[in-house]
């Protein structure tokens, strides 16, 4: 009996203690994580910011930092609303794996059944347009598309109601989303939402974007987004095959699944969707298997824009990078902006990081001439310390280090010609994989334009003009003007 008793202490003992140094972890984790927020909102001159980190069913940390509204001297708070944009997306695959549980429709079924005539070519079905594959080969290449807003009508054919009433009556209602709607028109907007703002030198008012849809739409805030994180992982929106499914990469080496972004990192599985209007932003991004999430609103776009997560990788993104480090990988030693030349154990989340931080520095460089020689400086640092660079070579790299020429020649700061031979190795290594991939040729035309090698820009610029099942894009535009004027 007495050796029970010393047994179930001990016990009890461990426990406290174990759970007293998680305490502590959190702790940490949380304050670091906020003093990198702290420095994120300043760079990014972001007005006003909310976040949320959720594990399980419980909350880790919760913050309101900065302005809702500036000139009216209103702070961001638990009640202040967020239009979210594309994030809506993942509200919307969540409708159709419901009615594809139902039986109301399969992801199989060509889209053009939901039309009273054809939209897109009869081989594209509901599968390529929720997976951002439709353009080009039908299932091939992921390409981020507005083509995702057809799924509005889809959805509203199979249920045979509106969006609106689908996804309030089947989400909003059920999770008691009282603070989360769709953004209509102006009648919409409350007093609660967030005003929004852009940055050009300076913070000045911007613009709210309005429409509901499939693509986008859904004002609301962190602790709603919260509870359809938990329904999430609880299985109470979807089953698990589904929720499953819709975290699939559509194929292994696309980085989107159905509705959401799908990436492996570490050894972790990362789903994430984004949102970007002209003056909000906003960044979901989830951990399944250590039932984590964060939610981060912001009433401008710089959360999102300078990151480039269009392309598909979450870990461009420095407000990633600062959770990942934190809460999932314990790496929080790890400055998030560089102050020297010190090297990590954790080599991969190290360079992603200075290559974010290279990214963002060249996005800010079209306001501060310093944060171009940061880019540049962090670029060489990279290729210095990580040189195989066709092994990690991507649309980002390429689009950071062409974006620094286009900085010199709008800034007239002369030419700068150092990485260009970077710029072609990575060009050429990703044109062997997808030769009409769009981003690629646009870069690589405007490039060879102002060498005057102007034959090489006519084929990059005819790549993309003369693409079959490509919806026009700001590329199109690009390509054709050029084209038009060297005829």
């Not at 799924?151 to 045979?160: F, G, N, P, R």
Request: aromatic share 14%.
């Amino acid at each position: 009996m007495k050796n029970s008793c010393f047994a179930l202490v001990a016990l009890l003992l461990l426990i406290s203690c174990n759970t007293s140094d998680k305490e502590k972890s959190f702790t940490k984790n949380n304050e670091q994580f906020k003093s990198e927020l702290q420095q994120l909102k300043a760079y990014f001159h972001v007005p006003g910011l909310a976040v949320l980190v959720q594990k399980g069913d419980s909350v880790l940390y919760e913050d309101y930092l900065g302005h809702a509204n500036i000139e009216e001297n209103i702070k961001v708070d638990s009640t202040t609303q967020f239009p979210i944009a594309s994030i809506t997306k993942v509200f919307a695959s969540v409708a159709l794996f419901k009615l594809r549980e139902e039986g109301k429709l399969s992801f199989e079924d060509p889209i053009n059944n939901y039309f009273d005539g054809p939209i897109f070519d009869d081989s594209i079905k509901i599968k390529h347009v929720l997976s951002h594959t439709s353009q080009g080969s039908p299932g091939e290449n992921f390409y981020y598309s507005y083509r995702f807003g057809a799924l509005t009508q889809v959805i509203e054919k199979a249920s045979k109601t509106s969006f609106g009433d689908y996804i309030g009556n089947g989400i909003f209602v059920p999770l008691d989303l009282q603070h989360t709607f769709l953004l209509t028109d102006s009648t919409s907007v409350t007093k609660t939402m967030a005003r929004p703002y852009n940055f050009d030198g300076q913070v000045v008012a911007g613009q709210v974007e309005y429409g509901a849809s499939a693509s986008a739409g859904i004002v609301t805030n962190p602790r709603d987004m919260a509870k359809f994180c938990k329904a999430l992982d609880n299985n109470l929106l979807l089953d698990e095959t589904s929720k499953l499914g819709m975290y699939a990469p559509f194929a292994s080496h696309l980085p989107y699944g159905h509705g959401i972004f799908s990436q492996v990192f570490n050894g972790k599985k990362v789903i994430w969707a984004y949102g970007q209007y002209d003056s909000y932003s906003s960044l979901l991004l989830k951990v399944p298997e250590d039932r984590l999430s964060l939610i981060v609103f912001a009433n401008n776009n710089l959360m999102s824009d300078p990151a480039r997560l269009i392309y598909g990788d979450g870990l461009s993104s420095l407000f990633t990078q600062s959770f990942l480090k934190n809460y999932v990988f314990d790496f929080g030693e790890m400055p998030l902006f560089e102050g020297g030349t010190e090297k990590f154990q954790n080599t991969e989340l190290h360079r992603k990081k200075l290559l974010a931080e290279a990214l963002a520095s060249s996005f800010m460089a079209r306001f501060e001439d310093s944060e171009l020689e940061k880019s540049k400086k962090l670029l060489r640092r990279v290729f210095l310390e990580y040189p195989d660079y066709l092994a990690y070579a991507d649309l980002n790299l390429l689009h950071n280090l062409t974006f620094i020429k286009d900085v010199h020649f709008h800034k007239d700061l002369g030419s700068f010609d150092e990485f260009d031979p970077q710029i072609e190795a990575i060009a050429n290594t990703l044109l062997e994989k997808d030769q009409n991939n769009p981003y690629v040729n646009v870069y690589m035309g405007t490039f060879h334009d102002r060498k005057g090698n102007l034959d090489k820009a006519r084929s990059h610029f005819e790549t993309i003009a003369n693409a079959k099942n490509f919806s026009p894009f700001w590329y199109t535009s690009e390509a054709k003007r050029w084209l038009e004027e060297h005829n």
